[in-house]
């Protein structure tokens, strides 16, 4: 990135267009709420037929739809801010390298070097002429110390400031160009399919672009204020709140993990957060299902004194201690997962209220662990928990 493009920036101009697909990811959380405990709760109490159960189908889609835009868009939006936060940095260190050189009396030329007036060093007879210089390529010992001889025996006292400045806007401009080299594909990556289908792979895509605007962004993520090490509710709560809308959406966006897991937060909070790991969760236990080929014919006879025996053949025996347990392993996680989004769909059947997701691990100690509320428990008069048997494990969780 050269001079000009950086002192033309804008980090405001991303950090709106952060706070827009913030808002349109705002919107898309309101619509599929208003699908799946509005307009698909009414749906399923009052209307009953082929047709509505068709109509139901096509809601649940168009809800997946709105919570894959819902989760690209917060995506989206914290890469933005992220890459502003990285530009900004630099743009910061090019402005106050440049305001250090003009109070100095030196002039920043367009390509970056700095001109120093003519001066004269105490003691020297005459007034050295001034000059131009360009950044050095220090960075090793050896340089910086021939660096050091050069100013000290050059004969114009303002030559070592003029370096110095140049030397701190080609460290501007260069971590400018090194964030804008970072950030370039990491943005480009982030396109859905030019389809109304929300597939696994489309999931298994935004659990890869969160890594990658994780990594991208670490030095954005590192600013943002932390969760309370070992905090009660209380702490966690009032972490929560004081929050800015776009870093609690940086939180949801790139550790949904761990917002989904934190005691004392919003039970809206983290059931958002926690339908994020089990939608991408899902996906990944579908495609790692769909991977492992099938079966291959079990039995085969072969000829004894006593006539045909029927024994597995080479080829089962082979894929069973490759595959079966982890087949066995994968069905019964999506087992579970099916018993969840069970009780989801069934929102408003009967008068059941609505579903809230506070605690989420398909894996746990083996058996996975779920907390699942049935209603607010923040707005709820009274509350009551119900903890299954030692024996239950989260296949049979419904």
Not at 69 to 95: H, P
Not at 131 to 139: D, K, R
Not at 156 to 183: F, M, S
């Amino acid at each position: 990135m050269d001079l000009a493009t950086l002192k033309a920036f804008k980090p405001s101009e991303y950090e709106e267009a952060a706070d827009g697909y913030r808002a349109t990811g705002d919107m898309a959380s309101e619509a599929k709420d208003a699908i799946d405990n509005r307009i698909g709760l009414g749906l399923r109490s009052e209307v009953k037929g082929d047709a509505a159960e068709a109509a139901a189908e096509q809601l649940k889609k168009l809800s997946k739809n709105f919570h894959y835009v819902q989760t690209e868009c917060g995506l989206v939006s914290t890469a933005l801010s992220g890459f502003a936060f990285d530009i900004a940095v630099a743009k910061r260190k090019l402005e106050a390298a440049m305001e250090d050189a003009r109070a100095d009396g030196c002039t920043v030329n367009a390509n970056g070097s700095v001109s120093y007036p003519a001066g004269q060093k105490p003691g020297e007879e005459k007034t050295a002429d001034g000059g131009t210089v360009t950044w050095s390529a220090g960075g090793s010992p050896t340089s910086d110390a021939l660096e050091r001889q050069a100013v000290n025996i050059h004969p114009n006292p303002h030559y070592g400031k003029a370096l110095e400045y140049a030397n701190r806007i080609a460290d501007a401009l260069e971590e400018a160009t090194d964030a804008d080299t970072k950030w370039a594909p990491k943005l480009r990556a982030l396109k859905a399919d030019d389809d109304l289908e929300v597939s696994h792979r489309d999931w298994a895509d935004v659990k890869s672009d969160t890594g990658g605007v994780r990594e991208a962004g670490k030095s954005y993520f590192d600013s943002l204020p932390e969760p309370p090490k070992d905090g009660t509710p209380r702490d966690n709560a009032a972490w929560w709140k004081g929050l800015s809308a776009e870093e609690q959406a940086a939180h949801l966006a790139l550790n949904a993990a761990a917002v989904g897991a934190l005691d004392g937060l919003p039970a809206e909070t983290r059931d958002e957060a926690n339908r994020k790991v089990f939608a991408e969760k899902r996906s990944e236990f579908e495609l790692a299902l769909k991977a492992i080929p099938a079966a291959p014919p079990k039995y085969t006879y072969v000829t004894t004194a006593r006539g045909p025996v029927r024994v597995y053949t080479d080829e089962y025996v082979e894929w069973n201690d490759k595959y079966s347990d982890r087949k066995m392993e994968l069905e019964g996680y999506l087992k579970g997962m099916d018993q969840i989004q069970d009780r989801f769909d069934r929102t408003g059947v009967r008068g059941l209220p609505e579903a809230y997701l506070l605690g989420y691990d398909p894996v746990g100690h083996s058996d996975g662990k779920i907390i699942l509320a049935n209603g607010n428990p923040d707005t709820a008069d009274h509350t009551a928990v119900y903890v299954p048997g030692t024996k239950a494990n989260i296949e049979k969780i419904a």
